[in-house]
């Protein structure tokens, strides 16, 4: 079957501009996590979500980050005011249960702002 | 929170050989201790976890042990291929606890 697809695969952005990533996780899959991958670093944890609702965004950095999941399966990770900082690879994790299990991950986003 | 540290950050080894990979955590909580491949330009990918009711598990050419008491675990991987070459992250999270932390990783070499 399908695994998880992000888009775009790649986005170029000016510092301060408004961005949007997209993730579509495995059919049927309830739990969703964002995760944003630096070079050379292991996963950062962003948000998870269950269903609908952010069960836990403990991870965004700041309130410029923001995410969405209106209908408990794409979801959509936003970005306000970018940041140089904000370069990264934004990965997006489905998982089929409410427990801690295996995460399926997407291809990623790799965000750059110039 | 969690705090997972993974030692050493690279490792050649010659095909054949053995290649170990250590982690340590910080939250007494955690429970689930999975293991994920990222091939260069790829997604992560999960070849083994272990929850805390095991002290060790195997599949094939790769194993995993856990030491509750001090906070630490291993992946083994035997008999090394130059397939195996990738980088190597441990995690760490709860059954209560969503937020999965990440090691920095090992990049493993294998050298044909």
């Known amino acids: 079957g399908a695994g998880v697809s992000q888009t775009p695969s790649n986005k170029v952005t000016e510092k301060g501009k408004y961005v949007e990533l997209r993730c579509d996780p495995i059919s049927g899959h309830t739990a969703l996590y964002w995760y944003r991958q630096s070079l050379g670093q292991g996963p950062e944890f962003l948000i998870y979500f269950q269903g609908t609702g952010a069960a836990d965004d403990s991870g965004l950095p700041n309130d410029r980050f923001f995410a969405v999941r209106p209908e408990g399966s794409v979801s959509t990770l936003k970005i306000q005011r970018t940041e140089r900082g904000d370069s990264a690879v934004y990965l997006c994790a489905s998982s089929p249960t409410r427990t801690i299990g295996e995460q399926f991950f997407g291809p990623g986003t790799r965000l750059t702002v110039l | 929170g969690e705090n997972v540290e993974q030692h050493p950050s690279t490792l050649s080894v010659q095909e054949g050989d053995s290649a170990v990979i250590k982690c340590t955590y910080s939250d007494s909580a955690s429970n689930y201790f999975p293991w994920y491949k990222q091939e260069l330009g790829k997604r992560p990918q999960l070849i083994i976890d272990?929850?805390?009711?095991?002290g060790e598990k195997k599949d094939q050419r790769i194993a995993v042990t856990l030491n509750k008491t001090a906070k630490h675990f291993s992946l083994h991987i035997t008999e090394t291929q130059p397939e195996d070459s990738a980088v190597y992250f441990c995690a760490a999270s709860s059954y209560n606890n969503n937020d999965m932390r990440f090691g920095a990783g090992t990049r493993l070499t294998v050298k044909p």
């Open positions: 272990i929850r805390s009711n095991v």
